[in-house]
């Protein structure tokens, strides 16, 4: 009886290999992790051995999995393109893409290498910045579509993602430790995010409007340099929900900054591969 490597096992490797849990894994590719663990374990059997080593909060890959996972990338890169070209999909050109710089992880892991693998002619080429930025780079031209955020029912023309709640965030414990040397008595230690991102300007205009006075600790266009200086309890600042971390508290006795949504920017008559990139951000993008 001859042995098969089969395609929808392969994917489901790449994606735990890639994103290094089995629940993750299972959200992107739109299964259960016990289907995931399943279909893992079928794989195991065709290759003859362990792919991963497990513990409670992630997964490695093992020498085996390491060699598969070099043939795995390039097996699945040709697969699609292939069936891509057979099915008519064939499509060139070149897409310059705006994304801010804390969804910019998500989008070039988990999306872009799969737009590539099914258009591999199309040329990309990747901005990061703030979306007051990014927005005015399509209304420019500049760029033929953007990944941007702005408060929930704004009038733009643009696709909705998702809603996302802006929280304030300092360091857990560490109410102290904003005020043990600050410039400004009373003042509230912020980190900034850049100039042009709509939740400095949200934070800004909050606390003025509420009469707090406040002082900069931290200006950076690095969602990662902002979340460290929250982290190590020098300042505070307004991000997402969904990345709150372990080492972060919600501050709930600052003003409340309304939702936000993540939304889609294109130009008109961007052309049928924008489209299609639009398309496949529609369905993947998650917070």
């Known amino acids: 009886m001859s042995v098969t490597l089969e395609i929808d096992l392969l994917r489901t490797f790449q994606a735990v290999a890639r994103l290094g849990q089995f629940r993750a894994a299972a959200e992107q590719i739109h299964r259960s992790p016990a289907a995931v663990s399943v279909q893992i374990q079928r794989l195991e059997a065709v290759v003859g051995g362990r792919l991963f080593e497990r513990d409670n909060q992630s997964v490695s890959l093992t020498p085996t999995g390491e060699r598969l996972i070099s043939h795995a990338d390039e097996l699945l890169r040709r697969h699609d393109a292939m069936l891509g070209e057979l099915q008519g999909r064939r499509q060139a050109g070149r897409i310059k893409f705006g994304v801010p710089d804390e969804y910019a992880q998500h989008l070039i892991r988990d999306i872009l290498p799969r737009f590539a693998a099914h258009w591999p002619e199309v040329v990309l080429e990747v901005i990061t910045a703030p979306s ?24 733009t023309a643009a696709d909705a993602l998702a809603v996302t709640t802006p929280v304030w965030v300092g360091a857990r414990g560490g109410e ?19 100039s042009g991102c709509c939740y400095r300007d949200a934070m800004l205009r909050a606390l003025d409007q509420a009469g707090r006075p406040w002082r900069v600790v931290l200006t950076s266009p690095s969602s990662l340099a902002v979340e460290a200086c929250v982290e190590a309890g020098l300042a505070v600042s307004l991000i997402d929900r969904s990345r709150v971390t372990a080492a972060m508290q919600v501050l709930e006795d600052l003003p ?15 052309g049928p591969a924008v489209e299609r990139l ?8 998650h917070f």
């Not at 007051?132 to 009038?155: M, S």
């Not at 009373?186 to 980190?191: I, Q, R, S, T």
């Open 132 to 155: 007051l930025t990014l927005r005015d780079k399509v209304a420019r031209r500049h760029l033929h579509l953007a990944l941007t955020v702005q408060p929930l029912g704004e009038q």
């Open 176 to 194: 102290e430790t904003w005020g043990a040397d600050r410039a400004v008595p009373g003042a509230l230690p912020l980190a900034l995010h850049a």
């Open 256 to 270: 409340t900054i309304p939702p936000h949504e993540a939304v889609l920017l294109h130009t008109p008559q961007a």
């Open 278 to 285: 639009a398309s496949m951000i529609r369905r993947h993008f």
